[in-house]
């Protein structure tokens, strides 16, 4: 791919026009890369190309190799990274919130572990996210929050329920 070549495509997706030394690195950037190639990762990125970074489209690009090749990509996607962090630092945190208890002789409700680790059907709430203040949704239903788990009690229900079907799965495959 030549400088003119670079040039069109970022002036292609990024709307922009762009000077020599930022067609320099996008050049550097993407040595070994075919116009094709490059043109499909931002086309891929849909909206999200205007802040697209070289290395990001070359990593695109290898990901599209790997599997027309049938490779699997040795490189998680872009969202991956972020979940795994996401998880750790909830599983850290809550890790924290339990040594800090144990520390200070609190007693911790094993309920409110268990709400949280569904979503929440009364508010939306995410599952690990704590249950907004809302007590009546849109369809006049009212809910007060349960102060000892903290939490909308369909919450907590919905929860055991999810908990009752795991168990009587395992409890199947035991038997099989």
């Known amino acids: ?5 670079v040039r069109g495509l970022l002036i292609r997706h990024t709307g922009a026009h762009v000077a020599e030394d930022v067609v320099s690195a996008w050049e550097s950037g993407l040595a070994g890369y075919s116009l094709a190639e490059c043109h499909r990762a931002f086309v891929a ?22 599997r027309a090749n049938d490779v699997p990509a040795s490189v998680q996607s872009a969202a991956s990274p972020r979940a795994t962090s996401r998880d750790y630092y909830r599983q850290a945190g809550m890790l924290g919130i339990r040594t800090v208890y ?7 409700n094993a309920d409110h572990d268990l709400a949280r680790s569904v979503a929440c059907p009364f508010c939306k709430a995410r599952a690990w ?4 203040p809302l007590s009546r949704n849109r369809a006049g239903v009212r809910e007060i929050r349960d102060p000892a788990h903290r939490m909308h009690p369909s919450r907590l229900r919905h929860a055991q329920a999810e908990l009752e079907r795991a168990d009587g799965t395992s409890d199947q495959e035991i038997t099989r």
Do not use: Q, Y
Request: charged share 30%.
């Open 129 to 132: 996210a704590v249950c907004g």
């Open 45 to 66: 990125l849909g909206p999200a190309a205007r802040r697209a970074t070289p290395s990001e489209i070359a990593g695109r690009c290898d990901a599209a190799r790997d």
């Open 1 to 5: 791919m030549n400088r003119s070549d």
């Open 102 to 108: 144990a520390a200070m002789g609190w007693k911790r």
